[in-house]
């Protein structure tokens, strides 16, 4: 039987009655009834954090999942599907660290670690019903009654399990790498949670390098003429540069940190390169006389800075930056042993032991 097609459609008040019909005859359970005994497809899908609501992301991603499962289904094979929550990592300890007023590790283990796992747990009911009630109003079949959580000790031992496979295999190796850092949690964070709440500042520090006489001396006669020689490593603005007779700089920034080019006179042009290995004073004394004459304190060459910000010279934080590791670590500087910060942010004792 053909009905005729209004005139107008309410799609609202569509989308409503064709819920309600899924619902009455309990569509979804009905087709995994049907394709019973069938080949299994498994699919696997990426649970969300249970510490907020769907947003686009969410929408996004159910979207294609929702393409591949009634496709596998329609093609032969039986699919279950089941939602899930992902209720490990920062999200869920920082919720309830805000809620219930702990700063750190410590107040953790005050309250008791089975305490503080049992109010993680209780976290994602919170949130349960708004994500049932969007996802099926997107259309999408998934199992919420039989959902898995993370927390599961079945589930950590089959990821457990997967890890092991791919040991045994020899592909996990062990290597270093810089990552963000909650000082709260004590525990690494994802490049995702640390810049979502990334902000740019202005800084009105003006800082810089004194190159050392003796490096100067094996440049040439116009940078021993002019002993004191400044290397600018910020964008520092033209009104706090300092009174100086030389300062180095890359040329394509000048007209970033002056407005016109009667405001500074260029007495020589030399490639980056040519300063490679040359020594400078150190801004602060940590591990001056712990390193006299290990060349610590030299200027470095690397194809990380560009002359689209700052002025071309980057001061070097191997602890702090991704980059400033690699090139460090590469140049000897550091090593992948030491240990300059404490996990609560505290500079380690061989920082004030090399002063």
């Not at 992902?86 to 007023?101: A, F, M, R, S, T």
């Not at 039989?146 to 045994?168: A, G, R």
């Not at 400044?230 to 100086?244: N, V």
């Not at 500074?264 to 980056?272: A, L, M």
């Amino acid at each position: 039987m053909v009905e005729p097609v209004p005139g107008s459609i309410d799609f609202a008040q569509e989308e409503g009655k064709i819920l309600e019909c899924w619902k009455k005859i309990d569509a979804f359970k009905t087709s995994l009834k049907l394709s019973k005994g069938k080949p299994r497809y498994t699919f696997y899908d990426g649970p969300p954090f249970a510490t907020g609501l769907p947003h686009y992301g969410h929408i996004l991603a159910d979207t294609i999942k929702d393409i591949v499962t009634p496709y596998a289904h329609q093609n032969g094979f039986h699919v279950e599907r089941r939602f899930g929550w992902d209720i490990h990592g920062l999200p869920v300890e920082y919720e309830i660290d805000k809620n219930l007023g702990i700063k750190g590790p410590e107040d953790v283990m005050k309250m008791g670690i089975a305490n503080y796992n049992a109010e993680c747990r209780k976290i994602f009911i919170r949130y349960a019903g708004d994500w049932e009630t969007i996802v099926n109003r997107m259309g999408r079949w998934i199992d919420f009654e039989n959902d898995y959580k993370t927390l599961y000790p079945w589930f950590m031992e089959s990821i457990w399990w997967v890890f092991k496979q791919l040991f045994e295999k020899g592909l996990v190796y062990r290597g270093f790498k810089l990552m963000p850092f909650s000082t709260a949690c004590s525990t690494p964070s994802s490049n995702f949670e640390s810049g979502q709440n990334y902000k740019e500042v202005v800084d009105p520090a003006a800082s810089h390098l004194t190159m050392s006489r003796q490096c100067l001396l094996s440049h040439g006669p116009l940078l021993h003429e002019h002993c004191r020689v400044i290397l600018h490593f910020a964008s520092t603005p033209r009104w706090t540069m300092f009174e100086l007779k030389v300062s180095i700089m890359m040329e394509a920034r000048l007209s970033a940190l002056f407005k016109s080019g009667e405001e500074y006179e260029i007495v020589e042009r030399f490639k980056g390169e040519v300063l490679k290995g040359k020594t400078h004073l150190p801004l602060f004394p940590y591990f001056q006389l712990k390193t006299s004459g290990s060349g610590t304190f030299r200027v470095l060459t690397d194809s990380f800075v560009t002359d689209e910000f700052g002025t071309g010279i980057v001061h070097q934080a191997p602890y702090f930056g991704e980059d400033d590791y690699r090139v460090c670590l590469a140049a000897g500087i550091i090593s992948r042993d030491q240990e300059m910060i404490h996990v609560r942010s505290c500079f380690s004792y061989s920082v004030a032991a090399g002063y």
